[in-house]
């Protein structure tokens, strides 16, 4: 099992371009979660996945936007790229419970370094 | 609004001591999740922790949670050079994996 894969691992950027990042979550997974990690700061949530539809959205505006796909893989994309932006992406992935409930752990993937000039 | 704040921030501590990190949130919740970063690297899960009282040991740490003190600890016994990273806390809103995490403390373990 490859657990959850991210690509690309790193990128680089320039101000007011987009860009997407894609992440394919562990094997049985079906949720998935973004979160942006600056340099030295804790994890912010994004938003998370479920079902082909954005579930729970953390304090992000609408520049940041993403897609889950069938198989449970998920993009994020960010338009008009600021300073700001660069970061560590990472996804994380679970499983959701018949009850709504998510009752096992999430796995992270690698992360995305995205460094904006 | 969820507030999750650790301390200290950074630590530096010679092998074999022992020490605690303390989480605090200002919100009820039962899931509470500790997290290893190695410099440029993810994040490593080392305990999940769900319900008051409950404590998880692991090698040389030891988690436990205090839910109606809304407090977290990791405690580390005779550390190790291997111990040294950043450690985060996490706590999840709704039971649903929308975390929210602390500044991290980053623990240096010297020689």
């Known amino acids: 099992d490859a657990g959850v894969t991210q690509s690309p691992t790193h990128l680089i950027k320039t101000r007011g371009q987009q860009v997407t990042l894609r992440c394919s979550p562990k094997?049985?997974?079906?949720?998935v979660s973004w979160y942006q990690q600056a340099l030295g700061q804790g994890p912010q949530f994004i938003f998370q996945y479920y079902e082909e539809e954005e579930r729970q959205r953390g304090n992000f505006p609408d520049r940041f936007s993403g897609h889950q796909f069938p198989n449970y893989s998920s993009e994020l994309n960010v338009n008009a790229l600021l300073l700001g932006d660069s970061a560590l992406y990472l996804c994380?992935?679970?499983?959701?419970?018949?009850?709504?409930?998510?009752?096992?752990?999430?796995?992270f993937g690698q992360g995305t370094r995205l460094t904006v000039v | 609004e969820l507030k999750v704040e650790q301390n200290p921030l950074f630590l530096s501590m010679q092998e074999g001591k022992n020490y605690t990190i303390y989480c605090n949130y200002s919100?009820?919740?039962?899931?509470l999740y500790w997290y290893r970063q190695d410099p440029g690297k993810s994040l490593e899960s080392l305990f999940v922790?769900?319900?008051n009282g409950a404590v998880k040991q692991e090698g040389r740490l030891m988690a436990s949670l205090d839910t109606k003190a809304r407090l977290s600890t990791l405690h580390i016994t005779a550390a190790v050079h291997d111990l040294s990273a950043t450690y985060f806390c996490a706590v999840d809103i709704d039971s649903n994996y929308q975390l929210i995490w602390g500044a991290g403390t980053k623990l240096i373990i010297k020689p």
């Open positions: 922790l769900l319900s």
């Open positions: 094997s049985g997974h079906d949720t």
């Open positions: 994380a992935s679970s499983q959701e419970s018949g009850t709504g409930v998510c009752d096992t752990e999430a796995f």
């Open positions: 919100t009820t919740s039962d899931r």
